[in-house]
């Protein structure tokens, strides 16, 4: 299986920036396409960025042209940074991994935006 440790979350005023890094371990041979997510108290889990095995990149409409994900396939990690952060962005955000039918998560990472 896979497992997925994510890092980097905080605490930050608006405008600031803040890189999550999520490190895959296990049968990392099998992912296909990582992303991350994020969840608000009282809200669904939605996709904010997600990187394919070929580079290509998806982003939320909400965070296009302020946040940016990449990996690091020697590190096996993916990278989230985000800039001109808004208290909207507040959440919890998970790292995902998607391959062979299999879907793993990461414990998530707190990131708090303030006004």
């Known amino acids: 299986q896979v497992q997925l440790v994510e890092s980097g979350g905080g605490l930050v005023q608006a405008g600031g920036s803040l890189r999550l890094s999520c490190a895959a371990s296990g049968s990392i041979f099998s992912i296909n396409q990582m992303g991350w997510y994020r969840q608000a108290p009282g809200k669904q889990r939605d996709m904010v960025a997600r990187?394919?095995?070929?580079?290509?990149?998806n982003y939320a409409d909400s965070v296009k042209g302020r946040f940016t994900i990449s990996r690091d396939n020697a590190k096996n990690t993916v990278y989230l940074q985000m800039n001109s952060l808004k208290p909207e962005d507040t959440a919890v955000y998970y790292c995902?991994?998607?391959?062979?039918?299999?879907?793993?998560w990461g414990q998530g990472t707190q990131v708090t935006v303030s006004s």
């Open positions: 995902n991994a998607y391959g062979f039918g299999q879907v793993y």
């Open positions: 990187i394919i095995n070929g580079g290509s990149t």
